[in-house]
Each structure stands twice: as C-alpha cells, then as structure tokens.
C-alpha cells in the first residue's frame, strides 16, 4: 500500500507560478507511474500529467502542455507539478496518484492510490 500527501497549493493571481509536491510512504514510488488529476467544483476529475517510473517519459493532457512540467525524485519518493503561467481556468482540487500498471494513462479508474488533494485557486 501507498500513502500519498501533496502539498504547495495556494492562491495566486493569473500569470504566477506553483509547485505542486506529492510524497509517497509505504512502498517506493519507483514501483509506480505517478500522476497528477484535478477536480473543479461541480465538474468531473480530470488528468493532468503523468510520469513514467524512471522519469524519462511523460504525458500531459493538451491544455497544460508548455506550462506544467512533472517530474519525480525517486530519491525522496516524490512527484513535482511544476505550473507556470497559471490561468482561472486551472483551480481546482489537485490529486496525486500511483498506477502499477506499464503505459503512462490518462484514466482515473487505472490509478490505485489517491492523495487527498490541495487546492489551487487562481484569481483573475
């Protein structure tokens, strides 16, 4: 089993910058594809990024691509979502999650194990 807790979400205004910081307990991370999700009220989780175990390979969803970067720090068991040029439109409740699985997806239901989320809220 994995514990995952994220941290680094705030508010900030149109334009700024986030790190987003997922830390894993229980089982290395280095067994898992990580990925990061997010929810907005009243809509329905969404995906975001995800990154393979080595950290050599990626997959973003299209309209973050050029301003998030993940990455992970085996090292440390944790995941990054780096988010520039943050825009209204990317508040949400942000999830980490692990996939034991062997090709990067975009599927929530593919994921077996969720943090609680952190919130980011981005002013216009």
């Known amino acids: 089993q994995v514990q995952l807790v994220e941290s680094g979400g705030g508010l900030v205004q149109a334009g700024a910058s986030l790190r987003l910081s997922c830390a894993a307990s229980?089982?290395?991370?280095?067994?898992?594809?990580m990925g990061w999700f997010r929810q907005a009220p009243w809509k329905e989780r969404e995906f975001v990024a995800c990154?393979?175990?080595?950290?050599?390979?990626?997959y973003y969803t299209d309209s973050v691509k050029g301003r998030f970067t993940i990455s992970r720090d085996n090292a440390k068991n944790t995941a990054y979502l780096q988010m520039n040029s943050l825009k209204p439109e990317d508040t949400a409740v942000y999830y980490c999650?692990?996939?034991?699985?062997?090709?990067?997806?975009?599927?929530?239901?593919?994921?077996?194990?969720w943090g609680q989320g952190t919130q980011v809220t981005v002013s216009s």
């Open positions: 999650a692990v996939d034991s699985g062997v090709i990067l997806r975009s599927t929530t239901t593919t994921y077996d194990y």
């Open positions: 229980g089982r290395a991370s280095s067994n898992y594809i």
């Open positions: 990154i393979g175990r080595s950290g050599r390979t990626t």
